[in-house]
């Protein structure tokens, strides 16, 4: 044979591995667009970008170290505290 041909059962081996890799790559396709794989990729998702906001929230108010940035945490407590109040007096007027 010339160094260019291949024989019948090299072929069919070739066709053989061919098929089941072709298979395998079906199966994995099929595997990943299940509705269950694609549910759980979106809940890991959806709870990372939550951990990242919430991670990011807390930076705002804590420092590197661990310490309470007092500043922010008061400019917060006194948005809340007038929150509250504005609540209490457009309820007040509200009632007559």
Request: net charge positive; charged share 20%.
């Amino acid at each position: 044979m010339a160094e260019g041909t291949r024989s019948k059962e090299q072929i069919q081996a070739e066709i053989a591995a061919a098929r089941a890799r072709l298979a395998s790559n079906v199966e994995g396709l099929i595997t990943q667009a299940h509705p269950k794989a694609v549910a759980a990729r979106t809940v890991q998702d959806a709870k990372a970008f939550a951990a990242g906001e919430f991670q990011a929230a807390k930076a705002q108010f804590v420092a590197v170290d661990g310490t309470p940035r007092t500043t922010r945490l008061a400019a917060l407590a006194v948005a809340v505290l007038g929150g509250v109040a504005f609540l209490i007096v457009a309820r007040s007027i509200a009632r007559g």
